[in-house]
């Protein structure tokens, strides 16, 4: 095994395919895995969630990757180009864990690496992310513990105005308005109409909704769900 490595010594055909990207793109409801932005197959990228190359911890520290992993299907998802951009190299784990070593996998092993950022394929983000409303900003995630502090920090979510205003734009278009349809069905007692408004939630919090996480949130903060 060489001490280093670089992305050209793994075949993008292999990983990055038509056939792995419409897997994945299909899977995750047509979004990024780590911001849940709608994404193009063709112009999203196939993420190793563990780096094949090298991996950088949260003091900066380089580790050799995850090259093992490189054509493991569950360590391949679909990110948008400013995520992946974002998140790098980078892989930090707990103070004092000790990383994954080859050809442990990490599905397979009896006691998991302590990493801290959220695997989408397998973490809740709920369990470790909540959504703050800031007058002006609109809906922002806040970590609840250090791994979802540390997927907030490394992919930059608070960080990204545009991404930001794409966030506030769904909540004031659709969460909004239908927070204030349940309120006013509230207030004048009238149960079918709120029956009907839960069912739009619902449908409005579905996977494949741009922000779900965030819109299940709010609508869950406003007690529609
Ligand atoms: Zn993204």
Redesign the pocket.
Known sequence: MPPTLKSADFDRAIYASDEVRKVLWALQGG???????Q?EIQYATVEHFRPKTAAVDAAGSKRLGYWWLAYEFRNLYL??????NAKRDEFPLAAGAEALAEPAKPWDVDVPEDALLLDPGVDDPEQHLEWVFLPGIGPVPSGKDERGRASVEV?RLNARDE?AQLRANIYRRLVQPLISCYRGALASGDQRMQSEFVDCARMMAERETPFAGMVRSMLRQAGIL
């Open positions: 979004k990024c895995c780590f911001c849940e932005k994404v990110a948008c180009p400013n995520c992946n992919l991404l």
